[in-house]
């Protein structure tokens, strides 16, 4: 694990190298950080984090739409198959997505596919945030009864915990 970046390191940071150090705190969306380094310097990692939400509300709904795509099926096929990035393999184990009983697998397999069937894009969730199994069942078994539109917004604003939780373990925010 790299050293966490001061606020001073950070805006010492070229573009390139602030690029490579971000380009997935939004999965799989490097376009973000590449966005984002040409408004060095940050005053804060508050800053910083408004900025790469901003950047995400400011996109287009086809882009947004784009991005909940790159989201992988929570103990979906990729965690089987090792294809996650180094984050949601991360944070699929910090919940125990990884070590799921064989009903549970299917449980949320199947609430997994019922729901991008209706959506068109996978269900995301900050499971950091949610913390457990449990919570991550009952939040998939809740939402699946919203609007498309209301699903949109609440999946981003799922992605930008996320993305303010991976910001936050690159940077030392003391």
Not at 30 to 50: G, Q, R, V
Request: contains cysteine; negative net charge.
């Amino acid at each position: 694990m790299r050293p966490k970046l001061t606020l001073q390191q950070l805006n010492a940071l070229s573009p390139g190298e602030f690029h490579k150090t971000f380009e997935n705190v939004i999965e799989c969306w490097p376009e973000a950080a590449i966005f984002c380094s040409a408004l060095l310097p940050f005053k804060s990692f508050a800053t910083m984090i408004a900025a790469f939400q901003s950047y995400l509300e400011r996109l287009p709904a086809e882009t947004k739409l784009k991005i909940l795509r790159l989201y992988p099926d929570l103990a979906g096929k990729m965690l089987d198959t090792n294809q996650l990035s180094e984050d949601s393999t991360n944070e699929h184990a910090s919940v125990g997505l990884d070590n799921l009983s064989p009903e549970d697998k299917k449980k949320l397999t199947d609430l997994n596919e019922s729901y991008k069937a209706k959506f068109g894009f996978p269900f995301v969730v900050c499971v950091r945030e949610a913390s457990k199994f449990e919570v991550i069942l009952r939040s998939v078994s809740e939402r699946i009864h919203h609007t498309v539109e209301q699903e949109l917004e609440i999946a981003l604003e799922e992605v930008k915990k996320i993305c303010r939780l991976r910001i936050l373990q690159l940077v030392d925010n003391l």
